[in-house]
């Protein structure tokens, strides 16, 4: 289950189901039990500014951060909490300028990214990130011709 946080008044709602859509999607298609949850927060620069800063030790913002949850922290009764992923909604919409599609396949495939990385996934190395790409062109939400 997705837990959706709106926090950028720009998003079509419209386009903001959709990205939900996709990544309950994803979910599915990697096995991840249906009670498990996922918090999404499509959200501005600021917030992945500073948690960009205090997590990773690097300036300025970044397109998307995920924060998983170490299920030793679960509470008896509670459903599973796989994390949560913050995307910033304005650097979704500058790379999909620069891709030359629409911004609401790059909040798409950015939570899905964000999904992989919650499930363990790593793209600071060639063979981490390669394997990422390769998983998100078998979900989908990748296109073939697209290395970034």
Not at 86 to 104: D, F, R, Y
């Amino acid at each position: 289950m997705i837990n959706l946080h709106l926090e950028h008044e720009a998003l079509d709602a419209a386009d903001a189901a959709f990205v939900v859509d996709a990544l309950e999607a994803a979910m599915r298609r990697l096995a991840v039990p249906e009670d498990t949850e996922v918090a999404l927060v499509l959200t501005g620069d600021a917030l992945l500014a500073q948690l960009n800063e205090q997590y990773r030790g690097k300036t300025g913002p970044t397109d998307v951060l995920s924060f998983p949850v170490d299920p030793e922290d679960r509470m008896p009764g509670e459903p599973a909490q796989l994390g949560d992923i913050l995307i910033s909604v304005p650097q979704a919409e500058a790379n999909a300028a620069a891709a030359g599609h629409a911004p609401a396949l790059e909040l798409r495939l950015l939570a899905v990214h964000g999904l992989l990385h919650l499930l363990g996934h790593e793209d600071e190395t060639e063979a981490g990130a390669e394997a990422m790409r390769a998983e998100e062109l078998r979900l989908g939400v990748r296109e073939a011709d697209d290395g970034g």
